[in-house]
């Protein structure tokens, strides 16, 4: 038993530290899609830099080499022996580059050369257990390259007498002027190399970049912020670009949204259907901390998917300021909070159904720069009322939290706050000053949802498990688009 819960717990560390490293190359791609322009003149920049040091501060450095085998024998009699067994061959291996690092040998080939200096270095390599030697001799001259190396073969036998005997060199590659340098890089080459250095220093400054990157990314980074429950992720959804692509709202009724989107939308709204007649509550209240987290979006889909289940639902347009869903639903202006206001209309004058669904809205599209006077009205306040008696849920799209007060005055008027946080968008702080600022108004919060959500790492991801259909999300809904009817005998036909 003990066995068994060790290999869950070391399991589902595996299966973290897969989903943070998937989360942490999606924060890093989010990096460069921001900072593309950064991580491309950085490559130019390493490229131009590394190009011009190698053409401004190019050493042409020499090389020549001779390799040789090594006898010993005697000297008086002049017979040598080439035969060699491991140990002495082992001797020498460490005894031949020691010998060239002596002071004794500098001073003998300065002597030999007549110089005080040395322009180049001198290296030896022996293979192993053998008597095979090569001698190298590196220097920024090809003149002097060969003529060190020659003075040092030279003089090598009589200085390293005293410790390998009498020996002789038997050439197998002589000593010869090297024609070009050794270190010489084509232009090519010296791109490639200092675009990849830029490439890499893009890299780290992307990785540390998103390691350090304080937004929400999944349910744990959210325990930090605030306690509300996570009631849903909604999974990220992509369209083929197009041209002149100019609504690019995502909608339930959309052919091309992909099944997992809406079951995850069902799955939210049933648990909002069910957190909401916990508190015999009618009215919800959709927000978000910063705008771009696609909370109109939801707050339309949303209202769709209650009136999808034969309820009358009314969706207001409470960001008076930039009022967009009518546009969302594809409806003309009409009239808005701000006429509500007004007092002069009755409700049902100033609601429009939307196709021929159970869904009403009310919003117009043209923006009021200061709409609080509206929205605090008494007249307003009278109308959600009203609504209220006749209507069995109402949302309010509101507008972002960092932004305007707004959403606090209509959140006095609401039974439930949905509050919504688009993955690795917002920071960490601004979400909880968002959260926050709702705090002790008549609305209580109902939870937090995931929107945008990578579904390769959604923890959350119920439309993927699918198990909804019996809810009767019917899939000619959305096979003969929005508000037109399925063909007789189809109405009833499967479950998406």
């Known amino acids: 038993m003990e066995e068994q819960r060790n290999d869950i717990v070391s399991n589902a560390r595996e299966d973290e530290m897969e989903i ?7 924060a890093m791609w989010k990096g460069f899609l921001r900072f593309w322009w950064l991580v491309l003149a950085l490559i130019v920049i390493g490229a131009a830099g590394f190009s011009i040091f190698q053409a401004v501060g190019y050493e042409p450095m020499y090389r020549s080499s001779a ?12 017979s040598y022996s080439f035969y060699y067994n491991s140990s002495t061959a082992d001797q020498m291996s460490r005894t031949f580059p020691y010998i060239l690092n002596s002071s004794f040998f500098r001073s003998t080939l300065l002597e030999q050369l007549g ?7 001198i290296s030896a390599e022996t293979i192993t257990d053998s008597n095979v030697v090569t001698m190298t001799v590196e220097s920024s001259s ?38 070009a340098p050794y270190n010489q890089m084509s232009m090519p080459r010296s791109v490639a190399l200092g675009g990849g250095a830029g490439a890499f220093v893009a890299l780290c400054f992307l990785g540390i970049t998103a390691l350090f990157r304080k937004t929400a990314r999944n349910p744990e980074e959210m325990k930090k912020v605030t306690s509300l429950r996570c009631l849903a992720s909604i999974p990220h959804v992509r369209f083929k670009a197009r041209k002149k692509q100019k609504n690019t709202s995502i909608l339930v009724w959309d052919n091309k949204v992909p099944y997992s989107y809406r079951e995850s939308l069902r799955a939210l709204q049933i648990r909002l259907e069910k957190e909401l007649k916990k508190r015999s509550g009618k009215i919800l209240l959709v927000t978000s901390t910063s705008a771009g ?17 034969g309820q009358e639902v009314l969706l207001i347009d409470g960001d008076l300021r930039k009022q967009a869903d009518a546009r969302m639903l594809r409806l003309r202006n009409g009239f808005s909070l701000a006429d509500a206001a007004k007092g002069d209309k009755d409700p049902e004058e100033l609601l429009r159904k939307v196709h021929k669904t159970s869904l009403w809205f009310l919003g117009g599209t043209r923006a009021i720069r200061q709409p609080a006077p509206a929205l605090t009205s008494r007249k307003t306040v009278d109308f959600i009322r009203k609504v209220r008696e006749k209507m069995d849920y109402i949302i309010i799209d509101t507008p972002p939290c960092e932004m305007f007060q707004d959403t606090g005055i209509l959140a006095d008027q609401a039974d439930g706050i949905l509050y919504v946080v688009k993955h690795d968008f917002a920071s960490q702080q601004k979400i909880w000053e968002g959260i926050s600022s709702l705090r002790g108004r008549k609305a209580a919060f109902l939870g937090y949802v995931f929107n945008d959500y990578p579904e390769s790492v959604s923890e959350y ?13 019917r899939k000619n809904r959305y096979r003969y688009g929005y508000g037109q009817e399925a063909p007789a005998g189809e109405e009833n036909k499967g479950h998406d």
């Open 20 to 26: 943070d490293l998937v989360l942490l190359i999606g």
């Open 67 to 78: 390799t040789f085998t090594v006898s010993t024998g005697d000297g008086s009699s002049g």
């Open 115 to 121: 110089t005080d200096t040395l322009n180049g270095t």
């Open 142 to 179: 090809a003149e002097d390259a060969v003529t060190i190396l020659n003075a040092a073969l030279e003089i090598y036998p009589d200085t390293a007498r005293f410790v390998l005997g009498d020996i002789s060199f038997n050439y197998l590659n002589e000593p010869e002027t090297p024609g």
């Open 293 to 309: 987290e696609g909370k109109s979006s939801l707050a339309v889909n949303l209202a769709e998917m209650f009136a999808e289940r």
């Open 461 to 473: 991801g119920y439309g993927r498990y699918g198990g909804y259909g019996n809810y009767g999300y």
